[in-house]
Structures are given as C-alpha cells and as structure tokens.
C-alpha cells in the first residue's frame, strides 16, 4: 500500500495546489517504493532531485498567489520559512544522507508523509481559505487565461528529460544505449513544442492582460 494515501480531505479548494499537491504524493510514493527496492544511490539521487525542483515548483506557485491575493504579511513570511526549511531539509537528504537502510528509509518516508500532511492541512488550509474568501472584482473581459496545464506538461517533460541525461551522464556515456539516448530526445523534442506552444499561450494571456487593464 502507497505510503501517502491521498484522500479528498486534503483538498484544499483550489485546483492548481490540489493538482500540484497530488504531484508532491506521487513523487513521495515513488520515492518510498525505491527505497523498499534494491536502490541504487543514483536513483535515489534522481527521484529525491525530481523531488526537490517538482517543491521548489509548487512553493514557488503558492508564493506567487499569497503575493497576488494580498496575503498578510507576517502570515506570508511564516508560511515561507515552512517552506525553506522543508527545501533545506529534502536538499540535505539528497547531498548528504541517502537512507541506506530500511529504518533510515522509514524514518525519511514517514518526515516527508507527516509534513506535507500537516503542512496540507493546516497552513495551506489557511491560505485557500483566505484566497477564496478573496474578493476582488475579475478584469473586465472575464479571468485572464494562464496556460497552467500546458506549463504543467512541460515541467513534466523536462525533468523527464533531465532525469534520462542524469542517469546517462551517471552511469557513464560509453555504456549509454542507442535506446536511452533516443528517449532522452523524444523527450526534449516534445519539451521544445510544449514550450512553444506555452509561450505563445503566455503572450496570448498578457496581451489579454494589457488589454483589460487599459479599459
Ligand atoms: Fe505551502
């Protein structure tokens, strides 16, 4: 059974951080299967950095929605040392302390589980509550469109992609198969049409933006 069971109760309300919560559990689960598997530390390294820029991604949304819905400061500033501390932990597991025994590896699963839990439950709680107790009249033309699927796909993709390069670069290029690296290309292709069509999205929504600001 997944360590970290996802249920509706740890949905907060507004999709973006639902979405991206339930990417942080998946990796989370990933990462516990690994450890129960005969790991290499290179994997480990691979999914605890998958880890580690997948949070420096959500985190990095939900700082950008305290900043735009006018979030309080000293609930701002509180929120965001939750989140250093978390990346400077999740960061030292990856440089420093691999677990290398199965109650290493249960004490890390079950930190990573409880405090995105607690974190889900209480602070982020408090922050989707204030947000959609927010108020503020949409711009004239309706919401402005921001491409977050398309951006979602992407980010998937390149660390897809990254991922792939990681492994070959670790296990050494001569020993790399024809096989890997094709897929290694596929996937940057397919991060090169996704990141055109995100940019043409994203000058799509801030045209609009200007648009409904001037009227
Ligand atoms: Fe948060």
Not at 19 to 38: F, M
Not at 105 to 130: C, E, F, G, P
Not at 177 to 204: F, K, W
């Amino acid at each position: 059974m997944a360590i970290f069971v996802w249920k509706e109760s740890y949905c907060v309300g507004i999709k973006i951080i639902d979405d991206q919560h339930k990417v942080l559990v998946r990796i989370i689960n990933e990462l516990d299967l690994l450890l129960q598997s005969d790991f290499s530390v290179q994997q480990a390294r691979a999914l605890f950095g998958e880890l580690l820029d997948y949070t420096k991604y959500h985190f990095a949304t939900e700082e950008r929605l305290m900043k735009i819905g006018g979030y309080k400061k000293s609930a701002l500033d509180a929120h965001l040392k939750q989140h250093y501390q978390f990346i400077d932990e999740i960061h030292s597991l990856n440089n420093e302390s691999i677990p290398v025994s199965a109650d290493e590896a249960q004490l890390v699963m079950s930190y990573l589980t409880n405090w995105l839990k607690n974190h889900i439950l209480k602070v982020d709680r408090q922050l989707a509550n204030y947000l959609l107790r927010q108020e503020k009249p949409l711009p004239e033309g309706g919401p402005v469109f921001v491409p977050m699927d398309e951006l979602e796909a992407l980010y998937q993709s390149l660390g897809q992609a990254v991922m792939l390069l990681r492994q070959q670069y670790d296990s050494g290029q001569e020993s790399s198969s024809r096989q890997d690296s094709a897929s290694v290309i596929d996937c940057l292709n397919q991060a090169r049409s996704l990141l055109q069509e995100s940019t043409s999205l994203i000058e799509q929504a801030s045209r609009n933006l200007s648009k409904s600001e001037e009227n």
